[in-house]
């Protein structure tokens, strides 16, 4: 992934925009413009719609970094290098510059997110609550379709499927059972790879349904998710076998140090 556009630091987190975040922003905005807020919320104009559209999407913006900004803070305590944070087409990502330390710190980490949006959820059904007695209905709308957002993006992201929150807290506790983080990350990354065959197929029967902008969503989303599992799978791998023959060059050298002695003494 590149590393996009810069929009700010956030306690020392950089924050960044891939473009490819536009097509779910305008994707989001018209589909709140043209279907939800006058769904859910009729008795507006246009005008009205697509402005409260434009909240909603800047809100969604916020609950992703909000989200992620939790994975960055708990990560950082732990000694986590952290890259920054970085919006996609599929959301956002905290990118690590390196494996969590142990199952402890893996599972904070990954259930901090959730956590976060939850509460960010309850917060604004609270606002909404707020406004509504203050009869600013508009308002109202935004801070509903923000609420329900949070409650649905802290869900999904505990679904039991790596490398998503909740296949991360799977691998932590597979981790902390079996004492080997290669063998956990296997088992979850499996977990990972099967959801993102549900995810596809899903998109597959959405489309033989006739919502063809829903099922190609869920078929990019589901191979992304499958090849996100297996990437992270590998690169776990390969961490191992670069730890390994680490190990084993310091291992010939101090071996090797005693016979070279030997050989300027004769």
């Not at 790879?193 to 099922?215: D, E, K, Y």
Request: proline share 4%.
């Amino acid at each position: 992934m590149t590393r996009g556009i810069k929009l700010f630091n956030l306690m020392g987190f950089e924050v960044r925009l891939h473009s490819s975040w536009l097509i779910l922003g305008v994707l989001v905005v018209v589909s709140l413009a043209g279907g939800f807020f006058p769904g859910e919320f009729p008795g507006y104009s246009r005008a009205d719609y697509w402005w409260m559209a434009l909240g909603g999407v800047a809100g969604l913006l916020f609950s992703i970094v909000i989200h992620e900004f939790a994975h960055s803070v708990v990560a950082r305590h732990y000694g986590i290098p952290m890259r920054g944070i970085t919006l996609f087409i599929f959301g956002g990502v905290a990118e690590m510059g390196s494996e969590p330390p142990n199952a402890k710190s893996e599972f904070l980490m990954a259930i901090a997110g959730p956590l976060t949006s939850f509460l960010v959820s309850a917060c604004s059904f609270a606002v909404q609550a707020v406004i509504v007695v203050l009869g600013l209905p508009g308002f109202a709308a935004v801070f509903s379709y923000l609420a329900w957002i949070n409650l649905l993006l802290g869900l999904f992201n505990l679904v039991p499927a790596f490398p998503l929150d909740g296949g991360r807290v799977l691998r932590a506790a597979l981790w902390a059972k079996k004492r080997d983080l290669v063998a956990a990350t296997r088992i979850a990354s499996g977990f990972g790879s099967a959801f993102g065959w549900f995810l596809i197929l899903l998109g597959v029967w959405s489309l033989f349904r006739g919502n063809v902008v829903g099922g190609v969503w869920w078929i990019l989303l589901g191979l992304f998710v499958r090849n996100a599992s297996d990437v992270s799978y590998r690169q776990v791998l390969y961490q191992r076998a670069m730890h390994e023959r680490s190990l084993r060059q310091l291992l010939d050298a101090e071996q090797a140090e005693p016979q070279d002695i030997t050989s300027d003494t004769r």
